[in-house]
């Protein structure tokens, strides 16, 4: 496991923002098409670029705010928890009742 976790959740978050920017914009477009084709007839270029740029950050925030749970540099495993565990007792920690598979392949 890397020592330093930071390098790649700041990485994800680069890639994130990037994407999400790409994303709100693509989806302005697909969206609102015709409101952009209006605007640009109407010699009003200043309006569909202020929107996309406002869409492009709000996809970036959600694709931000999206990271999993297993990037973030707190993260920590739930085997670093347990510490070590014999063969058996790693079986029973997930264990619950319904899993009458394992009794019939263990007796």
Same mark, same amino acid.
């Given at each position: +496991?890397?020592?330093?976790?930071? @390098? &790649?959740?700041?990485?994800a978050?680069?890639? !994130?923002? =990037? %994407? *999400?920017?790409v994303?709100? %914009?693509?989806?302005? $477009?697909?969206?609102?098409?015709? *409101?952009?084709?209006? #605007?640009? #007839?109407?010699?009003?270029?200043h $309006?569909?670029?202020?929107? +996309?740029?406002?869409? *492009?950050? =709000?996809? @970036?925030?959600?694709?931000? %705010?999206?990271?999993?749970?297993?990037?973030?540099?707190?993260?920590?495993?739930q085997?670093?928890?347990? *510490?070590?565990?014999?063969? &058996?007792?790693?079986?029973?920690?997930y !264990?619950? #009742? #319904?899993d009458? !598979?394992? &009794?019939?392949?263990?007796?």
């Open positions: +496991m890397k020592a330093n976790k930071w @390098s &790649d959740f700041l990485f978050l680069a890639v !994130r923002f =990037v %994407c *999400g920017f994303l709100g %914009c693509f989806a302005y $477009a697909i969206f609102f098409f015709k *409101g952009i084709l209006r #605007s640009f #007839s109407h010699n009003n270029t $309006a569909p670029f202020i929107l +996309m740029l406002i869409c *492009g950050a =709000v996809g @970036s925030i959600v694709a931000m %705010c999206q990271i999993p749970h297993w990037q973030r540099p707190w993260y920590k495993r085997t670093d928890e347990l *510490g070590e565990l014999t063969p &058996d007792e790693a079986l029973n920690v !264990r619950t #009742s #319904s009458d !598979r394992i &009794d019939r392949f263990t007796e």
